[in-house]
């Protein structure tokens, strides 16, 4: 079981996920999406693709950008396609 947390709430939890380059990815459907906001950040990663990110929102304070995902990965990276990861400041266990 994986799961990601900040500011003592659950935003994401799985037994299902993947692991790459040390980043835990959680599967679309077992992230809880009440607490993430879409953010205009685009990062390019050379093998994986174009990533998009999140702001995580708990309680009304703003963790800007702290999740990001591959919405069209490159062939490399299909396994991850959708799948959420979290940092700054979330804790991920697993």
């Known amino acids: 079981m994986a799961r990601a947390t900040w500011n003592g709430v659950v935003i994401a939890e799985s037994d299902a996920y ?4 040390g980043n835990v990815y959680f ?15 685009h ?25 990001w995902y591959y919405p069209e990965p490159k062939d490399a990276a299909k ?7 979290f940092w700054k400041g979330v804790v991920v266990e697993k």
């Open 79 to 85: 396994n991850i396609a959708g799948h959420v990861a």
């Open 43 to 67: 990062t390019v990663c050379g093998w994986k693709g174009t990533a998009s990110y999140y702001s995580v929102v708990v309680d009304g304070q703003e963790n800007v950008d702290a999740a």
């Open 18 to 21: 993947e692991v790459v380059e």
């Open 27 to 41: 599967p679309p459907g077992t992230v809880r999406r009440e607490h993430l906001q879409p953010s205009e950040t």
